[in-house]
């Protein structure tokens, strides 16, 4: 079953909205939530959330982690046509090894109509 | 800015070939990782590697596929022997030795295609 779910998975837009979207998730020994802007082939990263509540910003976008209820958002003011892209959530969780890989969810695929 | 490089960015090869994808981290980066993304579906983990081994692998990472970090500087994954099914986009990425920066980053791609 997936342990990191994304939504919606899909949204269409005009320039100038503000969108938010969602990542909920169910592990165990959570360690941090990731949140990636995918474009053409490599996520690039955005933003890393490991306490609850508290926002962090990056122009535009911001991002908040509530671990209480298992979810994260993204927030994008306003959209550009550059913010079209396949946005990914994924969860790093405590799994005994060493090197823990991150758990993906299916991503948010933004279309920023001009 | 620092980054994760691959090579190549495309290769096409017959079913039952090797192929092996290199992979150079950033460079203080002591952490390596490999993921796949099959065309439409999400990024999967395959494997992790950390002081010359293995440290976290998937049910994806059979005995098929191998890891290795022949020198200082390149991390390779290698498939013995290709099946039309591990035609995807394999990504690198590595992540700093300090536990309290965790962010993984992620090199371009190579895109496999099976045939």
């Known amino acids: 079953e997936d342990k990191v779910v994304q939504s919606p998975l899909s949204l269409v837009v005009h320039e100038g909205d503000t969108v938010t979207l969602n990542c909920s998730y169910e592990?165990?020994?959570?360690?941090?939530l990731l949140w990636y802007k995918q474009e053409k082939k490599a996520p690039t990263f955005l933003f890393m959330l490991t306490s609850s509540g508290i926002e962090k910003k990056s122009g535009r976008l911001s991002s908040i982690l509530d671990k209480k209820e298992l979810f994260s958002i993204l927030n994008i003011t306003a959209t550009q046509t550059g913010d079209s892209a396949v946005y990914l959530c994924a969860v790093l969780y405590f799994s005994g090894g060493g090197a823990d890989g991150l758990t993906f969810g299916k991503g948010t695929h933004l279309i920023i109509q001009p | 800015e620092p980054e994760v490089t691959q090579t190549p960015s495309h290769q096409v090869t017959q079913m039952g070939q090797e192929v092996i994808l290199r992979c150079v981290p950033i460079?203080?980066?002591?952490?390596f990782y490999w993921y796949r993304q099959i065309l439409g579906q999400k990024v999967e983990f395959l494997v992790s590697?950390?002081?010359?081994?293995?440290?976290?692998k998937s049910e994806i990472f059979d005995d098929q596929f191998s890891v290795e970090r022949p020198d200082g500087s390149n991390f390779t994954l290698k498939i013995r022997s290709t099946k039309l099914e591990d035609s995807a986009m394999y990504f690198c990425?590595?992540?700093?030795?300090?536990?309290?920066?965790?962010?993984?980053?992620f090199g371009p791609g190579t895109r496999l295609l099976v045939l």
């Open positions: 460079s203080n980066h002591l952490y």
């Open positions: 990425a590595s992540s700093d030795p300090d536990r309290t920066e965790e962010t993984q980053y």
């Open positions: 590697f950390y002081n010359n081994e293995i440290s976290e």
């Open positions: 592990v165990t020994n959570f360690r941090s």
